[in-house]
């Protein structure tokens, strides 16, 4: 390569079908090439209203606390375990693909005793299982786990797992990483008490942010914590305050201007199409998916009962070679699906149809491409 | 307002004279609306690669663990700090503005021993002091400053306070989020441990994003942690792992793919001009600032000697309502300054000549503005 390091640097065109990033949207992307303006100038603050406004539809609840953490969302995830859970803390966690073992680490590194609870990789979360485990030890004060699990592509019950938890009396935390813009996420309805999300996914923004909402009760818990939350930046007290929660605006950290540029303009396209007509635009494209999958032969891993339509793990059809398929998809036309991750790894793919990506002629340009490659 | 909340946003054109975030160029802008690509696609991994090249100009270091933290400044500061102390570990932090009290509540938050030495805002850390501090208490093993405080405009030496770290075998953490690319920034020459910086100062890059950089004795020293990192996802051991210090990649975060588009090309600017020349232009256009209220017989917050370039406190005349000029400014001549934090708030404005900001014809425009909004 002839390639010095101070060159500029153009991406090539892909057409995102991985577990995200997403396709974006020439509209989102121009957003985000708008002039920067400083993080407290009103205009920004007229913003921040606009994106707490469009992220509580998203999330369908009127939770004050719903703004959006200034990092990826694995910050997000770092964010709503370690506001709740102080040392010693007892949490139940789910876990059925690598994001529910993720929580796990977080929590533990967080100082709490993680009551693991673990489910098949490719199953769902049972509701009748965190039941048992709660009504096993009394002392656990929180049931954490993912609603659309993106290393296998099952959506478990979010509504029975919560209140399940309800029973108890333990709250209830929730990755909702991929699981917000493509299927119905209710929080308020489903008595979820924090929630994470992504922007990178179903939403079809540029990965960086990760939006959350805290339920009142949650927020008293945490006004209430006997310790501080160990990490500054991630201190959802401190946070409110900048994002306008209660009375005057103090200064926090600076806010990443351009990629909020960018997640505006992402959620309203997201809700002038309709949440509804998202999801049934992510269904028709993954039941369009599922139908060429049948036709060659291959197989899903998930079963119908409880897939998700935004992320389809495909069974690697015998005697292919994956590696070889993915990196000739990638370079030859450009299109990028995901790899099996963990136990899962060589023996799935992993296809998005997430946000701009959930169209029937995205999946017909896949299996086109795939055909070529498979057949050498 | 008719404005719905599922309006675009447009924002309005600031000139960005305050603390940060700078103005962006247009070039970073551009980069920042390219199509996103995924963050394992080999094309994203040359971007990596070339970012950490560029960094390492930038701080003047052949550190290996060399890369961008996916959040602001602040969880810059989190990373650096969480990764080196473990729970009782004493941390002598030098103190003489906001930020190094950030740091002390980031430090104390993740378990240290707090040992603060207080300066005079206004004022420069003094390397003797921390000498003095260290021959004191022999079991500090870190010592932490800011080398160029945003909250009042000072420059440290920090070449002679980590030489007074090194005599008594303590580590350095500095904070070099203001200093980088407007002043020189030598930090194995210095001997600094840990460093982190921002990108909306003096790199004129969009916030959102925190450069860092470790040496090989920090990384050996987190490596022989007794007790893990508290974040899972500020654990340097396995962001570098992501951003392939040792072996493959291996998938950690998501990287913000747009965002480091723009840092990719705002540092690419910087080292094409040449950092000794962008020196030299903060330079210029802080003595024509400071030539500019000498003129109108104002008063600089700090002395001479110990002037940052990039940050000009400036005393707010007598009988000035110091928010209603700032707004008048910002409102009808589109300029953004910043106000005074802590014990300073009322009484400084923060002038900040930072990277595509630092121009002498900014200044005149400023000042041109000022003078009328003045004359009421």
């Known amino acids: 390569m002839n390639r010095k390091f101070t060159d500029p640097f153009l991406p090539p065109e892909r057409l995102l079908l991985g577990p995200g990033p997403s396709p974006v949207a020439p509209e989102v992307l121009k957003a985000m090439a708008h002039s920067t303006i400083g993080h407290l100038d009103p205009a920004f603050i007229g913003l921040m209203d606009e994106l707490k406004a469009m992220l509580q539809t998203c999330f369908n609840t009127k939770n004050e606390a719903t703004f959006t953490v200034a990092g990826p969302g694995s910050v997000g995830m770092d964010a709503c375990v370690l506001n709740m859970v102080e040392a010693g803390d007892k949490i139940l966690i789910a876990r059925n693909g690598v994001f529910g073992m993720r929580m796990s680490e977080v929590a533990s590194r967080g100082g709490a005793v993680v009551v693991p609870l673990d489910f098949e990789w490719g199953k769902p979360v049972e509701a009748a299982a965190v039941d048992a485990a709660l009504a096993a030890d009394k002392d656990i004060k929180f049931v954490a786990f993912v609603h659309a699990e993106t290393s296998t592509g099952v959506l478990s019950d979010a509504k029975a797992i919560a209140a399940a938890a309800a029973k108890h009396g333990a709250m209830v935390i929730m990755d909702a990483v991929t699981s917000v813009g493509g299927v119905p996420v209710k929080i308020d309805e489903w008595g979820v008490d924090v929630v994470y999300t ?70 309203r396209r997201v809700l002038v199409e309709g949440l509804d007509t998202a999801f049934a635009r992510h269904k028709k494209a993954h039941l369009h998916l599922v139908a060429e999958v049948k036709k060659r032969g291959w ?3 998930v079963d119908e009962a409880y897939r998700l339509p935004q992320l389809n793990a495909i069974k690697i059809p015998a005697g292919v070679d994956d590696a070889k398929v993915r990196r000739s998809l990638l370079l030859d036309h450009n299109i990028e699906i995901g790899a099996g991750l963990g136990v899962l790894a060589g023996k799935v793919w992993r296809i998005g149809l997430m946000g701009e990506g959930a169209r029937v002629e995205h999946v017909d340009t896949l299996f086109a491409a795939l055909d070529k490659v498979l057949k050498g």
Request: overall charge positive.
């Open 198 to 267: 992504g922007t990178q996914k179903c939403i079809s923004c540029p990965p960086g942010l990760s939006p959350v909402s805290f339920s009142p009760r949650a927020i008293e818990h945490i006004k209430n914590r006997k310790t501080k939350v160990l990490s500054w930046f991630l201190d959802v007290t401190q946070v409110m305050a900048y994002w306008g929660g209660e009375g005057a605006r103090a200064y926090h950290h600076t806010a990443p201007i351009n990629a909020l540029y960018g997640l505006h303009e992402a959620l």
């Open 299 to 301: 197989e899903m891993l």
